[in-house]
């Protein structure tokens, strides 16, 4: 590998890490609008959605981010933290405990959002 492209790689390798620290940061804030909420029927806001779209394709305008990527991966991105928020709530309205090994959840929090938000464990069937 040439040493450009090893420094290169590198640097990705720094920027990736920092992305998941502020993107853990936005986790948390999400999980603060959740306690606010307090309603998994609430988690999503078409409105908001559209509005942060508006502000990061400006954004991104302004930085010379393409819009083909950062329109998906911010929607992709408030879906799963959606996700996420209706997860927190429902799993404080019933406490349920996460099954280890379960690979279908919404963001990495061990529930099926959309099961829970129905009364059924993920995976579990009911």
Known sequence: M?????????RI????????RRLAERQRLVEAVARIKADPLRARDPRRVEDVIANIL??????????????PVWRLLMDRCADHETAILVSAGESPQPEPD???????CKFDAVALAQGARAGGGG
Request: aromatic share 0%; net charge negative.
């Open 2 to 10: 040439s040493g450009d492209l090893k420094r290169l790689r590198d």
């Open 13 to 20: 390798d720094r920027l990736d890490r920092a992305l998941v």
């Open 58 to 71: 400006r954004s991104a305008a302004e930085q010379g981010l393409s819009p083909d990527i950062a329109e």
């Open 102 to 108: 379960h690979d279908g959840a919404c963001c990495g």
